[in-house]
């Protein structure tokens, strides 16, 4: 298959699979190029970047930025910024700060709605070997499972952890323009991740008159309708059309959103991505 599944998640972040693991897993699914877009870090890249040239496989650098605006929660992928960038990795290391005290807050409240967690429990079960490796909510609902208090990922975050349940804590974020921002200095493209998702197009415009490369048209949770007037949008805007699985791995049975390559774009995409890529400020 010439295709391209264009967001992934390794156990830099919440995925449950290795960095190789995740480029393995894609090479046997058949595909041709896969990017690794761990949220707020970049710490898995080197070791995909390994392993697709040891299988020959393209790998594309990426990373899912968390960013806020006017209390709603949109996130930013970047592909091909330079991680190895000073400034760049400042900038994420304090994302990562900013999700290390919402995750001690969400325990806190847990604790307070008579739930024994701990965050000695929650980074034991990510089993995170390094500062800039990320720890999210689905670490806190992984203990939430494996304690019994809850029988899925999907119920953890629907009565504690989503927006608005009963343990849920927002932490000040970035906003979107602000991570365009980062992006656009660090070499990178930037595109919106799964509109779909955020339940108000008219946060769309505003971004791609600021300067927005790419819409994620094809993910798991869009419907036939969405993705269809996404690319639509796209087309109009003359903006790079992404797709991916948003894969995370596979709890009891469940993966979560998709399997590598149920959402994919044509390999070309992924070439379309490098070439456009910033060469400096």
């Not at 006017?70 to 990562?96: K, V």
């Not at 700060?97 to 965050?119: D, F, P």
């Not at 998702?197 to 790419?214: H, K, M, S, T, V």
Request: net charge negative; proline share 4%.
């Amino acid at each position: 298959m010439n295709r391209a599944d264009l967001h992934t998640h390794t156990t830099a972040s919440d995925g449950l699979l290795a960095p190789a693991a995740v480029v393995q897993r894609a090479h046997k699914a058949g595909l041709a190029a896969v990017a690794i877009t761990d949220h707020d870090t970049m710490a898995g890249i080197e070791e995909a970047l390994q392993e697709g040239q040891r299988i020959g496989m393209t790998v594309v650098p990426g990373v899912e930025i968390s960013t806020s605006l006017d209390g709603q929660d949109i996130h930013m992928l970047g592909y091909y910024p330079d991680w190895r960038q000073t400034r760049w990795q400042e900038r994420l290391s304090g994302l990562r700060e900013g999700r290390t005290l919402r995750n001690e807050r969400i325990v806190a409240r847990l604790r307070e709605l008579g739930l024994s967690v701990s965050m000695a429990e929650v980074l034991q079960t990510a089993g995170k070997t390094g500062s800039d490796e990320t720890v999210g909510r689905p670490h806190i609902a992984a203990v939430l499972m494996e304690k019994g208090y809850v029988d899925s990922m999907a119920e953890a975050f629907d009565r504690y952890l989503a927006g608005g349940a009963a343990a849920y804590v927002a932490v000040p974020k970035v906003t979107p323009l602000e991570a365009m921002e980062w992006i656009r200095e660090a070499g990178g493209i930037c595109v919106l991740a799964h509109p779909g998702l955020y339940g108000d197009d008219r946060l769309i415009e505003p971004l791609i008159q600021a300067g927005l490369d790419g819409i994620e048209t094809s993910h798991p949770d869009h419907s036939p309708e969405q993705e269809s007037a996404y690319r639509l949008l796209a087309e109009r805007h003359g903006l790079i059309m992404t797709g991916g699985s948003d894969f995370h791995g596979e709890r009891r049975g469940v993966v979560f959103h998709g399997e590598i390559g149920s959402r994919t774009v044509d390999a070309e995409v992924a070439a379309q991505l490098g070439r456009a890529r910033r060469r400096g400020p």
